[in-house]
Structure formats: structure tokens, C-alpha cells
């Protein structure tokens, strides 16, 4: 996947002008603490609007603001891990684990239910209530919601 961000939002206490590409692989963002790391994850995913800019996943604009494009957050194919997990309270570990999946629908490119499980090591709390998790299960579980519905 390639993402070519170019964005400007002002956020009060500060404002955000960022302007970096992405190609395939893996790819951080860091910073000092309030620098805005946050609010461009939230832009790139759709959950905040931009004020001017444009985002592009494998060339294709997601948002340009000089062409009135903004494509909703759950049309864009990024997974957003919240910091607070944000699982639903209301399901099993299995459920929310299908819920992005069944909203999407599977399809030959979406990973295997299977190995994402082995790979996050929660094969063992499928029929937990999310409540009963730990902090660093209730993080896993929350990882393994986006990347099944890719």
C-alpha cells in the first residue's frame, strides 16, 4: 500500500502541516508528546477533517480539499487502533473480532480469522467478555479488529 499525505488543519493550541509519502512496508510516525502525531493517524483515517490537503491511499484521493473529496472513514481501508482499545462491551472477543469482517465482507485478500488469532496470541480468549480482558489482551484483540477488516 502507498499513502501520500499532504495536510493542514489548525487545531487551536497548535496546527498540524504535515507532508510525507509511504510506500509498502512497515512505517512510523513519532514525535515529541503533542506534537500531532494523533491528529494526522485520525486525518489519514478519516476521523478528523482536514482544513486544506489531500490524502492518497495506492493513488487514489481520500480526501482533497481543493476537489471536495472526502471519503468516509469506513471506505478507506486503514486500520485505526484507538489508544483506549474501544472494543465493544456488549461481545465476546470473537465477535469483535468479526464485526470490521462481516461490515466488509471477506474477501480473498483479507487475512485468515486463523493465523491473525496465532499471530496475536487470543486464540484462548475467543468467548471472553472484553471486560474480563487485561490491558495488554484488550490492545491485542483491539489490533486484530482493523487488520480483519481490511
Known amino acids: 500500500m502507498s499513502l501520500a499525505v499532504d495536510v493542514w488543519k489548525n487545531l487551536g493550541a497548535f496546527t498540524v502541516d504535515a507532508r510525507f509519502d509511504c510506500t ?7 514525535g515529541k508528546s503533542g506534537a500531532g502525531k494523533t491528529s494526522i493517524i485520525q486525518m489519514m483515517a478519516g ?7 489531500r490524502i492518497e491511499i495506492d493513488g487514489q484521493a481520500v480526501f482533497d480539499s481543493a476537489q471536495g473529496i472526502n471519503v468516509p472513514p469506513d471506505r478507506r481501508r486503514i486500520g485505526y487502533v ?3 482499545a474501544r472494543l465493544f462491551p456488549h461481545m465476546n472477543v470473537r465477535r469483535n473480532l468479526e464485526y470490521g469482517r462481516r461490515r466488509r465482507g471477506a474477501s480473498d485478500a483479507s487475512p485468515d480469522f486463523g493465523e491473525v488469532v496465532d499471530v496475536l496470541g487470543i486464540g484462548n480468549l475467543l468467548d471472553r467478555r472484553t471486560h474480563l480482558l487485561s490491558g495488554g489482551e484488550r490492545q491485542r484483540v483491539a489490533i486484530g479488529r482493523p487488520l480483519l477488516s481490511a
Open 24 to 30: 509498502d512496508g512497515i512505517t512510523a510516525l513519532f
Open 47 to 53: 476521523l478528523i477533517r482536514p482544513q486544506r490537503g
Open 82 to 84: 484507538f489508544q483506549d
